[in-house]
């Protein structure tokens, strides 16, 4: 299995200020169409997951262009450019390349 | 709007069964790959298993295999997974999924599946 790993796993933030998440896979995640099937996901406390980010940068409908996601290959970032109140909680990344899918452990952001 | 709702969920004892559900709504369910994707408490997304459309393909985590059975009813827009000889490890909310061709777009509410004597 393709094994995801994040980085760091806690994150302290000050209101207002970048944030930034580090995701590495084990193995490439360029299908044989080209694509890169990178996703982070973002789940607030109490809450289900909900996707932000797919392919390695296209922002979901709804979430605000304050988030970003970048890479390829092995390595991607998601990036937060100044942190608000309510993203609060934990972020996911998963790759959707390879069988089975699989998830990173997660990193939990505070303020 | 997509919505999908989980249900029956609750708590059973090792070596049990329950079966779980998710209600789909807001898309063409028929023609949509569909997920299970579990979260133990305080832990973190373990994908469980997966349907294709017409239930022509199924694959599961090796920690599930031979225990629990993925199925759908189109006619009904609905999602099961059948959970047989559960054990503590099981226990966790199980989430239903909408595939996205690489990714989850759509995640339901979750039900909480405790095993515990």
């Known amino acids: 299995d393709v094994v995801m790993t994040q980085s760091p796993l806690s994150l302290p933030v000050t209101l207002g200020q970048p944030a930034s998440i580090s995701c590495r896979s084990s193995?490439?995640?360029?299908?044989?169409?080209?694509?890169?099937?990178l996703n982070w996901f973002q789940q607030r406390p109490g809450q289900s997951p909900g996707r932000l980010i797919y392919?390695?940068?296209n922002r979901d409908s709804g979430v605000p262009d304050r988030f970003s996601g970048s890479g390829s290959g092995t390595d991607f970032t998601l990036k937060i450019s100044r942190v608000e109140a309510e993203d609060v909680g934990v972020y996911y990344c998963?790759?959707?390349?390879?069988?089975?899918?699989?998830f990173g452990q997660g990193t939990k952001l505070e303020i | 709007e997509v919505q999908l709702v989980e249900s029956g969920g609750g708590l059973v004892q090792p070596g049990g069964s329950l079966r779980i559900s998710c209600a789909a709504s807001?898309?063409?369910?028929?023609?949509?790959?569909m997920h299970w994707v579990r979260q133990a408490p305080g832990k973190g997304l373990v994908w469980v298993s997966h349907?294709?459309?017409?239930?022509?393909?199924?694959a599961y985590a090796d920690s599930v295999k031979g225990r629990f059975t993925i199925s759908r009813d189109d006619a009904r827009n609905t999602l099961y997974l059948q959970m047989n000889s559960l054990r503590a490890e099981d226990s966790a909310v199980y989430f239903c999924?909408?595939?996205?061709?690489?990714?989850?777009?759509?995640w339901g509410q979750g039900t909480l599946v405790t095993v515990s004597s």
């Open positions: 392919k390695v940068s």
């Open positions: 807001g898309f063409a369910f028929r023609s949509h790959m």
């Open positions: 349907i294709t459309t017409y239930g022509s393909e199924t």
């Open positions: 998963m790759q959707g390349t390879h069988w089975p899918r699989t």
């Open positions: 193995q490439s995640l360029v299908y044989s169409d080209g694509n890169t099937y």
């Open positions: 999924t909408k595939d996205d061709y690489g990714s989850f777009d759509y």
